[in-house]
C-alpha cells in the first residue's frame, strides 16, 4: 500500500510540473491563431493575394460618369500567377498540319478547259468610315458611273466588258473570299481568275467625291491584287492544286466575257454542283458575285486542308508591305522583349448600329441616334438586352481592366490597331493610364515611311495585320473578321495566346464592378476567361467558322506528348496539367458565350434583313432580298 502511495505520490509531481508546460503551449498556439486570423485574407480574396506581389502605389480607375470604380494595384509584372502569360499551355503538342492526302489529285488533272471562275463581292463601310459621304444616298441620285462606283455599284460596267472586282471589301474580307474562291474553282475543276481589289477609301470628303463624279473616272484607281499580295508566289504555290490565271483569255481578239450570278450562303460541295457548274459547262466563264460566306464550314478534308494552304502558306504580301510590318514588330520587340498587340473596335458608326449604351451619357445617345437614323430598316434595340446577350464590343476601359486582371503589368507594352475610335482620346484615357506604353503604328514608325501605304485603307491595315500576327498576345475587344482570322491564324502557328472577351460573363461583372474589391474582380476575371484564351482545344471542332477554328488542319504530336506524360511530374506540373484539363471543359459551360461570339458577322442579316428561303439546308441567304441600305452588310464584320 506504502508503494503505490508513493508511485501516486510521484505522478502527481510529474503532473504538476507539465501543467505550466502545457498551458505555455495551448498559450502560444492560441496567440499563433490569432495572427493568422488577422492576418489571413477572406476565401474569395485568397486567390488573387496568392498571386500578387506588394505594392505601394496604384491606379485610381474612374467610371464612365467619373465616379471612381476602385484602385488597380500598380504592379510592373502583372504580379506572379501559376501560369505563363506570354504562352499557351501544351502548345508544344500542336502543329500545323495542312498538306494534302494521296488520294487529292493534282490540278493539272482535274482542271477542265474552257472553265473560268471569276469571284466578286459588294462592298462594306470603308468609304462612309473615311467621310466620304454624309449620306448613304448621297450620290445615288448621281447617274455618273464613277459615282455609282463609290456607291457600292462597282460590279457594274467600269472600263471593262465583264467584272472581276471584289468591291469595297476590307482587307480580312479579301483574303478570306481569296482563300474559299481557290476551293470553289477546286469543287469545280475550273480555272481561277485573280480577282481585281477595288478601293477608294483614300478619297477623304464628300465634295472632292462629288466633284470627281462630275467630271469622269478616268483616274479611277483600283487596288489590284498584286499591290497586297505576292501574286506570283500565290499562283505557283497552288499550282499543284488550282490552276490560277491573271486575267482572262482572249477569244478571237476578245476578253472572254462572264456570266454573273450569286451562290447560296454557305454553300457546300453538292450545292456548288448542281448550281454553277451547269452555267459554267453552258458559258465557259462565271463570276461569282458577292462572294463573303458563300462556302461551307463543313466541307471534304481535303479541301479542308487546301483552305488551309492558301490561307497559312500560299497567300502572302507583297515585299513592301512585309517588309515595313516586319521594321514595326522589330521596333516594338526593341521596347520590349514581349508585347500585346489590340485589335480595338470602336468606331462611332459601328457603336452606333450595334444598339449598345456606353456610359457617355445624353451626348452619347445624341450622337450616335443620329447615325443611326442613317438606316432605315434598322430598328431601336434594347442596349441592356444587347449587352446581356454579348453583343457589345468591350470599351477601352474595360479591355484595360480585363487584360490587368489576367496578369499584365502595368510596364506591358501595348501596340493598338484601330480606326477612329469614338471620342478619341478621352475615351483613349483610361487604357493609357493602364498601360502607358501605349504605341500604334503611327508612334513607332515617320510618316514618310507610311506614305507609300496610308492612301490605301487595305494596306494599312495589312502593316496592322502583321503586327498583331507577331505579337506574343493578341486582344480583340470584338470578334470580328481581323480577330477571327488572326486566331485561326495564331492556332495553326503554335498556339500563341489569343484573347477573345467572354462579352456574356463580363458584362455582368463590369456592371456590378462598383461592388467588389479589385482582387475579388480579378480573381472572376480570370474565372471566366477560361476558354477564351487561345490554349488548344478550347473549341471543339466545328464550332464557328472556319478560318476561326481550322481543326483539321492541326495535328496533335502524341509521341512527345506520350514521353511527356510517362516522365515524372512535379507538383507544380500536375496542377498545371489540371488547370489545363479545367479550361478544356470550360468550353463545355461557355458554349452560349462561344455561340455569339462565333456569330457576331451575321448579327447585322438578323437585325437588318428579313430572311427568305433555305438554299440546300446549308444557309439562309439574304442576298435574294434587295435592299436600299447596302451599309447594313459589313458593319461588324471587321
Not at 474559299?180 to 467625291?209: C, E, G, H, M, Y
Not at 476578245?254 to 457548274?277: A, D, G, W
Amino acid at each position: 500500500m506504502a508503494s503505490q502511495r508513493r508511485r501516486h505520490h510521484h505522478n502527481n509531481n510529474r503532473l504538476r510540473l507539465l501543467l505550466p508546460v502545457i498551458s505555455a503551449i495551448f498559450f502560444l498556439l492560441f496567440i499563433l491563431f490569432f495572427l493568422l486570423s488577422i492576418l489571413a485574407p477572406s476565401p474569395t480574396d485568397s486567390d488573387q493575394l496568392r498571386h500578387s506581389t506588394s505594392h505601394v502605389s496604384s491606379t485610381v480607375i474612374d467610371g464612365p460618369s467619373g465616379v471612381p470604380v476602385f484602385r488597380v494595384p500598380d504592379q510592373r509584372d502583372g504580379g506572379s500567377l501559376d501560369r505563363d502569360i506570354w504562352s499557351s499551355r501544351n502548345a508544344q503538342y500542336y502543329h500545323g498540319c495542312s498538306d494534302s492526302s494521296k488520294k487529292f489529285a493534282k490540278a493539272e488533272d482535274v482542271t477542265r478547259p474552257n472553265r473560268y471562275l471569276a469571284i466578286a463581292a459588294s462592298g462594306g463601310l470603308n468609304q462612309q468610315r473615311t467621310g466620304l459621304f454624309s449620306s448613304p444616298n448621297t450620290c445615288l441620285r448621281v447617274r455618273n458611273q464613277a459615282c455609282l462606283v463609290l456607291c457600292h455599284k462597282a460590279t457594274y460596267v467600269i472600263g471593262s466588258n465583264y467584272k472581276l472586282f471584289i468591291v469595297g471589301a476590307k482587307l480580312n474580307k479579301h483574303s478570306w473570299q481569296i482563300v474559299d474562291a481557290v476551293v470553289a474553282a477546286r469543287i469545280l475543276n475550273a480555272t481561277l481568275v485573280i480577282p481585281k481589289l477595288d478601293q477608294k477609301s483614300f478619297w477623304k470628303d464628300a465634295r472632292l467625291a462629288l466633284r470627281f463624279c462630275a467630271k469622269d473616272f478616268s483616274n479611277l484607281q483600283f487596288l489590284n491584287f498584286s499591290e497586297i499580295f505576292d501574286v506570283d508566289r500565290f499562283i505557283s504555290f497552288l499550282s499543284k492544286d488550282v490552276k490560277i490565271i491573271k486575267q482572262l483569255p482572249k477569244k478571237r481578239g476578245k476578253t472572254l466575257s462572264t456570266y454573273n450570278m450569286r451562290v447560296p450562303r454557305k454553300c457546300n460541295e453538292r450545292c456548288y454542283q448542281n448550281r454553277v457548274l451547269p452555267v459554267l459547262l453552258k458559258r465557259h466563264a462565271v463570276q461569282l458575285s458577292k462572294f463573303d460566306y458563300r462556302l461551307s464550314n463543313r466541307l471534304d478534308t481535303d479541301l479542308q486542308k487546301l483552305r488551309c494552304r492558301v490561307n497559312y502558306r500560299a497567300l502572302s504580301f507583297t515585299d513592301p508591305i512585309r517588309e515595313m510590318g516586319e521594321k514595326l514588330v522589330q521596333r516594338m520587340r526593341l521596347r520590349s522583349k514581349h508585347f500585346i498587340a489590340l485589335h480595338l473596335r470602336f468606331e462611332p458608326d459601328m457603336l452606333a448600329f450595334s444598339g449598345c449604351y456606353y456610359g457617355g451619357g445624353d451626348k452619347e445617345r445624341k450622337e450616335l441616334s443620329a447615325i443611326r437614323k442613317r438606316w432605315k430598316t434598322l430598328h431601336i434595340s434594347n442596349p441592356d438586352k444587347e449587352r446581356r446577350h454579348g453583343k457589345c464590343p468591350l470599351t477601352p476601359l474595360e479591355v484595360g481592366l480585363m487584360l490587368r486582371a489576367l496578369g499584365y503589368g502595368s510596364n506591358v507594352h501595348i501596340y493598338v490597331a484601330s480606326g477612329e475610335v469614338y471620342g478619341g482620346e478621352e475615351t483613349l484615357a483610361p487604357l493609357k493610364a493602364l498601360f502607358p506604353h501605349f504605341h500604334s503604328k503611327e508612334t513607332i514608325a515617320k510618316k514618310e515611311e507610311l506614305a507609300p501605304f496610308s492612301r490605301f485603307s487595305s494596306r494599312m491595315a495589312a502593316l496592322d495585320f502583321i503586327v498583331c500576327d507577331e505579337s506574343d498576345v493578341f486582344v480583340t475587344n470584338n470578334n470580328g473578321n481581323m480577330a477571327r482570322i488572326l486566331a485561326g491564324r495564331r492556332k495553326y502557328f503554335g498556339h500563341k495566346p489569343t484573347i477573345r472577351p467572354n462579352a456574356k460573363k463580363l458584362y455582368r461583372l463590369f456592371l456590378n464592378q462598383t461592388n467588389m474589391t479589385w482582387e475579388v474582380f480579378a480573381s472572376k476575371v480570370r474565372s471566366y476567361q477560361r476558354g477564351f484564351m487561345g490554349e488548344p482545344n478550347e473549341v471543339r471542332p466545328g464550332r464557328g467558322e472556319f478560318h476561326e477554328n481550322p481543326a483539321c488542319c492541326i495535328c496533335e504530336d502524341t509521341v512527345l506528348k506520350a514521353k511527356s506524360d510517362s516522365l515524372p511530374r512535379k507538383v507544380g506540373k500536375e496542377m498545371e496539367h489540371a488547370e489545363s484539363k479545367k479550361d478544356i471543359i470550360s468550353d463545355d459551360q461557355n458554349d452560349d458565350d462561344e455561340l455569339e461570339l462565333s456569330d457576331m458577322d451575321d448579327y447585322e442579316d438578323q437585325r437588318g434583313f428579313p430572311e427568305k428561303g433555305l438554299y440546300n439546308g446549308t444557309a439562309l441567304d439574304y442576298d435574294a432580298v434587295t435592299s436600299e441600305e447596302p451599309e447594313l452588310e459589313e458593319m461588324l464584320s471587321d
